[in-house]
Each structure stands twice: as C-alpha cells, then as structure tokens.
C-alpha cells in the first residue's frame, strides 16, 4: 500500500512538472496576444484539470487499441501539418527567438568557411550559436532543403517511434500525443522554430531505445559509449539525463569498461571540437568565442555544487527506469528552474519573467522523461487513457 502510494505522489509530480511548465508559458507569452495572464494561466489549469479528469473518468474505458491506433495517427499527421503551416505561413525574422537563427546563420558561415561560433544570431549581434557541433550536423539534412525547422517533425516522427517501440501500446501513443496537444509549452516550440525541445526528444529516444532494445553497459559497451559521446556533443543539457541514466551501471562495470566508455566518449566529444579548436591556431579564435560560453551564465557556485551532488545521489540509487523517467524528469525541471531563478536573483530586479534573459523554454527539456514516467507500466492506472493490449 506504501509502495502504491509513494507511485501514486510520484505521478502526481509528473503532472504537476507538466502543468507548471505550461501554465508559465501561458502567464508569460498569452499577455502577447493582449490576455490577461493571470486570467489565462487560471482558465487553462481548468481546462487541463477538467479534460484530465473527463478522459480518467468517461472516455479512457472506451478507447481500444484499433480506436487509439487510428487516432494516433490522425494527431501525429495533424502535428506534421502544424509544423509545415507554421514553417510556411510563419517569418521566423519577426519572431525574437534564434535558436533557428543559430544554426542556419552556424551552417551558413561553416559551408562559407566563416568561423561558425563566430556568427551573430538574427536577433541580436550578442548573441551567438549556442549548440555543440553535433546537433548542427544533424540539422544539416534540414538547411539542405530549406529550413532546420522541418527537425521539429524529425524528431516528433522519432519520439513518437521510441514510445511506441518501448511501450508496444497505441494507447499509450495516444496518450502521449494528447498531452503534447495540451501543451502550450510544445507549440511555442513550434510556432518559434526552436529546436530545444527536438534536442530533449532526441535524447529521450535513445534512452527508450537502449532500454528496450536493450542496450547496456554489459553487453555493448562500446555501442552504449558511442551514443552517450554523440548525444554529449549536441548540447551541454544533453550531458544530465545521459549521465543519470548511465552513472550507475558505469560506476558497478569493471574498471577495463569504466575506461573505454570514458574513452571513447571523451574521444567523440574530443573529435566533434577539434576542428573549431584548430580553426585558428595563430589567434586560437575558439578560445575567445564557443558555445560554452553560450551554455554556461554566472551563477550561484554553491547551488550547482549541492545540485551535482544531488544528481550524483539520483543516478546511484537508479533500480528501475520508471525512477530514471521520474528523476530525470524532476531533476531537470529543477536544475532549469533553480538556474532561471539565479538569473533573475542576481539581476536585483531587472529581470523578470517576461525579459528575455529570463528564458523559461529551458523548462522544457523535462517535459519528454515527464510522460515517459506518467506512460510507464507501473503508472498503468494513472493515464487518461489507460496502457493495456488489449484488443
């Protein structure tokens, strides 16, 4: 009973992350449109509350799977066609977010021979390319044809493939896609182009993938390696939920295997850098402009030693990956909550959550692990629309 219990707060938690994270998207960009945000932020907790509640209670025991299946699918295709409308219909140059703008302007310089960490976004000539070499390669397919947009539908056609994959459920699908839909937070990514949250999905698959498939420390080390260095070489926020899923399992390997996962990581890592290390030796350009010095703001040195220490807490007493879904999830949210509190902390009021330093899509990287852990077996009974195979 205990045990259920403390399952039952934990699901309540994912919710509340995801409720949260929504709710300041509302208070924050609704106002845009001349919204009242208080007004706003109340009327969507009613809705998301009331529709949870209406699918818990009158429409979940309704859904099989046949009916979830072609439901999926019919919100997956109206998904792609929202981000094909938005990529087409919308001017990214009118919208004051870059982080579209940081990579093209990135592949631009690079396919010019421009020192890519160089180049300023659209936005502002302060602000620079922030992710690491890896994540601008996979955008290259998309610049290709036009417009690193089109990621956004990639990496939804990815999540939605690891869900289903891991939870052999359409429901569960469903379910997943629901949420997404109820998401205020989900469509500022798509209407803005930004690519933080394809980053979180990105991440959030390969974890479902190697569970599932599985692929571990044990039995392919090497393979496990490989992807935490590629993973690790997209953005720094990529790094936490890989070493929580992944510190454990590296700390109880024996010491040949501890080596050559750091090895080969480090040597991806290593790779993905050096040539914008080397671009120029005589001036050493990297060291005066890279992305670290995007990912990383002056913070409070104490508050990330104790979350370090936290994190490190978290992946050691990793047992099962419903607590990985449900810690990550947590962690996340908390780290970029506590960082975009340190900002407007040390700003002494100049900054609050309608100023632009005061970036709350960071809050969205937890939202992928939220409703892995709110899908996962054990929370069978919490979903809006139950996980079972039934036909």
Known sequence: MERKNNERLLDILQWVIILGTNILFVYKYFSRAGLNPVCSALLYTAFFIGALILFRKKIAQHITERIARWSAVVLALGLLVCIAGAIICIDPYTINVDRWSATTYFLDALFQGIYPYGVH???????????????????????????????????????????????????????????????????????????????????????????????????????????????????????????????????????????????????????????????????????????????????????????????????????????????????????????????????KGTVTIYHPCCDISYLTLSLPFAIVAILSESSIDQLPLSVDNTE
Request: hydrophobic content about 55%.
């Open 121 to 347: 976004t659209h936005v502002s000539d302060t602000n620079f390319p922030s992710p690491f070499p890896f994540w601008h390669y996979l955008n290259i397919p998309f610049w290709l044809i036009g417009d690193v947009g089109w990621i956004q539908a990639f990496f939804l056609l990815v999540f939605l493939g690891a869900v289903y994959y891991y939870f052999r459920s359409w429901k569960a699908l469903l379910s997943c896609l629901l949420i997404l839909y109820a998401s205020p937070a989900y469509w500022w990514e798509l209407m803005t182009r930004s690519d933080g949250f394809s980053n979180a999905l990105l991440v959030c698959s390969c974890v479902l993938f190697m569970e599932r498939y599985p692929i571990k420390m044990e039995n392919k080390w090497w393979l496990v390696a490989i992807i935490a260095g590629c993973l690790a070489s997209t953005r720094l926020s990529a790094v936490i939920p890989v070493a929580l899923y992944l510190f454990r399992p590296w700390m109880e390997a024996n010491w040949r295997i501890k080596i050559g996962v750091v090895g080969i990581a480090g040597a991806i890592v290593l790779i993905a850098f050096a040539p914008y290390i080397l671009w120029d030796t005589e001036t050493w350009i990297f060291f005066r402009r890279n992305p670290f010095m995007s990912q990383t703001t002056p913070g409070n040195t104490w508050m990330l030693l104790v979350m370090i220490l936290l994190a490190v807490w978290i992946a050691n007493k990793k047992q099962t990956f419903r607590y990985y879904a449900h810690s990550t999830s947590v962690f996340m949210f908390a780290f970029m909550l506590v960082s975009l509190l340190g900002v407007i902390i040390l700003s």
